[in-house]
Every structure is written in C-alpha cells, then in structure tokens.
C-alpha cells in the first residue's frame, strides 16, 4: 500500500489562501484518478477537485473558479491551491487516489477511492 500524507493545512481569514500537498510515499505510484475531498462535522464528506492520469481536471461547483488542482509529475506531489477561502471551506481535507475506473470526478472519488491519507485541518475564520 502507496502512503498518501498531506501537508499545507493551517488557519487563514475569509478571502485569504492555502496550499495543499500530498506526497505519494513511492514516486511511481501513478493511479488513475487523485484528488482531495473535505468533511466536516456533523456533514456528509463532499468531493472538491480530481485529476486523471490524463491531467483532465474536474471540480465541485461549490469551489469553481476558487480552487485548482495540479500535479508535479516527476515528485509526484499532488496540489490543492485554494484562493478566495471561505468559512464554509472549513473542513479535514484529504488526499485520495483510484487505482483504475471509466470516470474521475470529485464525488466519485469519494465513493470509489482506494486509497486515502489521513487529512489536513483548514479553518477559514476572521
């Protein structure tokens, strides 16, 4: 099993930003879908941002235009850029991964991922 550990959490005020990372504990590690998806308490976990092993993008409306996603291939280190954080994006986000599948897009990462890391807190509060 390819360890997933994601880093970059903190607290930021409304409108500010945060990186997150997500490095793969093997560098070959190469899934078919990666992505991030959040939970908060008492709520369902809700799927943010995927990318394919075709770079083919994918996000919730919810953080459309606010949040990208990317890859650097050769660290294979997943990211989440987020810009214009809201309270609302409070939330553990965590990195996850589906080795095989037809589609890669954030809910059906949260229903068919194989693999997760263990989470990083965001807390967007003034």
């Known amino acids: 099993q390819v360890d997933l550990a994601e880093s970059g959490g903190g607290t930021v005020q409304p409108g500010g930003s945060l990186t997150l990372s997500c490095v793969a504990s093997e560098t070959t590690y190469r899934p078919y879908c990666m992505g991030w998806f959040r939970q908060s308490p008492g709520k369902e976990r809700e799927g943010v941002a995927t990318l394919d092993s075709e770079q083919f993008t994918s996000y919730a409306d919810s953080v459309k235009g606010r949040f990208t996603i990317s890859r650097d291939v050769a660290k294979n280190i997943l990211y989440l850029q987020m810009n214009r954080l809201k309270p609302e994006d409070t939330a553990m986000y965590y990195c996850?991964?589906?080795?095989?599948?037809?589609?890669?897009?954030?809910?059906?990462?949260?229903?068919?991922?194989?693999?997760r890391g263990q989470g990083t807190l965001v807390t967007v509060s003034s």
């Open positions: 996850a991964a589906e080795s095989g599948g037809r589609f890669c897009w954030p809910q059906g990462l949260v229903e068919d991922a194989d693999n």
